[in-house]
């Protein structure tokens, strides 16, 4: 019948499905799955905190949803929020596909659980590696290092070379910049041999050589066990 009545083509956009409790507040866990199975409902209200972060299959949230806080970090898919939607505490957004609100939207908004204002969220483009030198804070260091970019971190400000080497790809460093009051900001600067392109990789700031470095990305604790025959 439904082919029928529409000349042989079946919609594609699902039918929402509203249960008999759309209209009392449901818990954070049971929200995620509905909305994740597209069986949501406008207006739908959530106990609590709302996570639906790491969700490739988000791609809107139901409108004048309401929640106390919301993680929708690593949503790549979401470009938007919804209309009317009411966040109690926070949102987090750090890897989403949100790249900008409305001037004066009132939300307070987290980068891997640093508050941030607009500028650090949506405006990378505008932060700078002396800004990242000249903040205190090292939280939001942290998260700056990470909006501005390895690769563009390390052209600006420069870097101690502790060990460099060669493999494959052809020479390899690892480069370190210090800080006073937190650790290393350190990775391993490689180039892929098939294709040239230079690759900046993070590491832990212990590490002494090329080789430990490149070994702990390869998932080695004990350097020593890695002896790969190429390295890419």
């Known amino acids: 019948m439904l082919k029928m009545m529409a000349n042989g083509r079946v919609p594609n956009k699902p039918v929402k499905q509203c249960p008999n409790e759309s209209h009392e507040p449901i818990s954070g866990e049971r929200a995620r799955k509905l909305i994740l199975e597209h069986r949501s409902w406008d207006s739908m209200r959530v106990l609590g905190h709302l ?61 891997r659980g640093v ?48 060990d460099r080497d060669r493999d494959a790809g052809g020479e390899r460093q690892l480069v370190y910049i210090p800080f006073e009051d937190d650790e290393a900001f350190m990775v391993l600067k490689v180039s892929c041999p098939s294709t ?24 080695f604790d004990n350097p020593d066990e890695y002896h790969p025959a190429i390295e890419a």
């Open 115 to 162: 508050q941030v204002n607009d500028k650090i969220a949506f405006a990378s483009q505008s932060i700078t590696g002396q800004d990242i030198l000249n903040m205190e804070n090292v939280e939001l260091r942290r998260v700056l290092i990470e909006r501005l970019g390895y690769e563009r971190f390390l052209q600006q400000v420069g870097g101690l070379v502790r």
């Open 196 to 219: 040239g392109h230079t690759h900046i990789l993070r590491v832990p700031p212990y590490m002494q050589s090329c080789h430990q470095a490149a070994a702990w990305i390869a998932g």
């Open 51 to 111: 996570d639906l972060s790491g969700a490739l299959e988000l791609y809107n949230l139901p409108e004048n949803l309401t929640c106390e806080s919301l993680d929708i970090s690593d949503c790549v898919n979401l470009t938007s929020l919804a209309k009317g939607l009411h966040v109690t505490h926070w949102i987090e957004l750090a890897g989403s596909g949100i790249t900008s609100l409305p001037g004066g939207h009132g939300f307070i908004l987290r980068w």
